[in-house]
């Protein structure tokens, strides 16, 4: 490619250049051995007998069109490519991402659920004072089942337990009869109708927690066992604070007789209010899709609703998520 000069500047190569086709042009053609012939000639503004080195002169406009198309068609192809390299990328970074997860100084990274396991065991041996678990989403019966041994026994040690359960966990039979039989035990249960993050924490000194602003990769990876103290301090503080505004497992929340929305139905319809798509509610809220679609099909059904934008704005009438033109929730 040839660098040339900027338009309008006074370099002597483009004041050469312009001179030797006016010579051209005034002498009908030019040797090609003529001073700045060979540049003008590589231009295109210059055409070379095959018989002689005689040079006559192009139209300038006939070049600068030949070379727009050739920008034109080179930008299309190299668009194409990037649109071909998005596609490709998007489905080799999850291969990628894989291998880095590596753990660093200030966490262990965790690849499998048998290591996550391996190291909790490990970790619950060594507590001593005290074992907060955030577990914002709904666990499976045999999960509760399994785990329901180890966390009695580290109970019995005299270990404070402090269990956080979003509110929707009181209407599923296993994770009652899991929290009863903790209750029992000694251990601590609360609920929270906002959404919280998932952590796992160990006499304040380790932090287990997963890659929530991912929710693909928390999915497929495994979980950070964070070691640095500063973090973890932090960590210890977010689960404080929402244990200071949760209810307690045993207390009944005061509903009105008129009340309609469950707690989990206020959560969705607040967040969906915020702005936030679905996909984002799910993650925020620990609930598959399908759970998010039936608590929204189940409220419209009893307030006779068809469509959720109805549904929106029933609870923006209702006070339930602010509007636009007031300050916030009704009190």
């Not at 034109?72 to 390299?85: F, M, R, S, T």
């Not at 209810?247 to 959560?267: E, F, K, R």
Request: hydrophobic share 40%; net charge negative.
């Amino acid at each position: 490619m040839l660098n040339l000069p900027q338009r309008g500047g006074q370099d002597p190569l483009l004041k050469a250049l312009e001179a030797a086709y006016h010579r051209a042009l005034a002498e009908g053609g030019i040797h090609v051995d003529e001073p700045n012939a060979r540049l003008l000639l590589q231009l295109g503004l210059l055409d070379k007998s095959p018989m002689t080195d005689w040079c006559t002169p192009v139209d300038p406009r006939v070049v600068q069109r030949n070379m727009s198309n050739h920008v034109i068609h080179v930008v299309a192809k190299l668009a194409q490519q990037a649109e071909d390299l998005e596609s490709l990328a998007e489905t080799l970074a999850p291969a990628f991402d894989a291998t880095q997860q590596v753990s660093g100084p200030a966490y262990e990274y965790l690849p499998t659920p048998d290591a996550a396991n391996a190291r909790i065991n490990g970790l619950l041996q060594e507590v001593r004072t005290e074992v907060l678990v955030a577990q914002p989403g709904q666990r499976k019966a045999e999960q509760l089942e399994r785990v329901m041994e180890r966390d009695l026994e580290v109970i019995n040690r005299g270990v404070r337990v402090c269990h956080l359960y979003p509110s929707v966990a009181r209407r599923d039979a296993a994770t009652r009869e899991h929290v009863d039989a903790m209750l029992a035990a000694g251990s601590h249960v609360r609920t929270l109708t906002r959404p919280f993050a998932k952590c796992l924490i160990f006499d304040r000194t380790y932090a287990l927690v997963t890659d929530e602003g991912d929710p693909a990769r928390a999915e497929k990876a495994g979980p950070r066992l964070i070691t640095d103290p500063f973090l973890v301090r932090l960590i210890a503080a977010d689960f404080d604070r929402d244990w200071d505004t949760a209810d307690d497992w045993a207390s009944t929340p005061a509903v009105g007789a008129d009340q309609i929305v469950t707690p989990t139905q206020l959560a969705i319809l607040r967040e969906l209010g915020a702005g936030r798509t679905q996909a984002e509610v799910c993650r925020r809220l620990g609930m598959s899709q399908s759970t998010l679609t039936t608590a929204q099909k189940d409220l419209r059904g009893e307030l006779g609703l068809e469509t959720n934008l109805q549904l929106a704005c029933w609870a923006t009438a209702e006070g339930l998520i602010p509007s636009p033109l007031t300050d916030g929730y009704k009190s």
